[in-house]
């Protein structure tokens, strides 16, 4: 059966560790997990970063710029927890409705489906009447055929929608995580040498970040890291510059 075939033709690719890893890396940023991670960690050091620096500018004792870091990271975290459960289930529940409008248009009218993957499989090199029968094939299945069509006309992957509970959680993670960093300095030192190793640390983090990002979406190195350097150092400058106008207006 034509089907058959083209489903062993793309189990020995799937097989492959290079077309594995390829899959992989789709479906994770398909489900949110990547956008997750990067949101969570990135927002985590800069939003945490300016809160200290800022505090600290305007002259507020140790405790008062720990105390505002601490809270920013837990309020944070939690906001950015939600927001992200919020959006992925937004995004499931939008996927399954037109799964659902799908499942009811295939017992209305399969046959015009049908038709319709036969030429979504010929756009993308098959030949037309190879792509009919595959199609006519796969449509004794329904389960085949919604998973196919869905992944051929529509361009979404069914068993990829995304976990609203696992991008939730790794949002709540890598924040707490990322904003961290910038409080860390604070547990030991304080005043001006407390700024300049917060904004240090949250530097050398946000250039590993840098990196990471865009070596994993195959961009240059050094340009990922020195976009996330400069967009850290220019957000905690500015902070620091209105943090110090309201102490000094306040003094």
């Not at 860390?184 to 590993?208: C, E, K, N, Q, R």
Request: one cysteine or more.
């Amino acid at each position: 059966m034509l089907f058959a075939i083209l489903l062993k033709v793309m189990k020995q690719k799937n097989n492959s560790s290079v077309g594995k890893l390829l899959r992989d890396r789709a479906a994770l940023v398909q489900r949110g997990g990547v956008r997750a991670a990067v949101l969570g960690i990135n927002d985590g050091l800069v939003s945490t970063l300016c809160l200290v620096v800022g505090v600290a500018a305007t002259g507020a004792a140790p405790w008062a710029v720990l105390t505002v870091g601490l809270a920013g990271l837990l309020a944070g975290a939690i906001s950015m927890s939600a927001g992200e459960w919020i959006s992925v289930k937004a995004q499931v529940e939008l996927f399954e409705g037109v799964l659902d409008d799908l499942k009811i248009a295939m017992k209305k009218d399969k046959p015009q489906l049908i038709h319709s993957l036969a030429h979504a499989l010929a756009g993308r090199g098959m030949d037309i009447e190879i792509a009919h029968k595959a199609a006519a094939d796969v449509a004794h299945d329904d389960k085949h055929f919604r998973a196919l069509y869905s992944a051929q006309v529509i361009g979404m992957n069914v068993d990829e929608l995304g976990s609203p509970w696992q991008v939730a959680g790794s949002s709540f993670l890598l924040f707490a995580i990322g904003a961290f960093v910038p409080i860390i300095p604070w547990l030991f030192i304080t005043g001006h040498l407390g700024v300049i190793f917060s904004v240090l640390l949250t530097s050398l983090a946000g250039l590993f970040v840098g990196a990471f990002i865009a070596k994993s979406s195959g961009k240059s190195i050094a340009y990922g890291a020195l976009r996330q350097l400069l967009i850290i150092l220019g957000s905690a400058a500015i902070t620091y510059g209105i943090g110090y106008i309201f102490g000094t207006v306040a003094k």
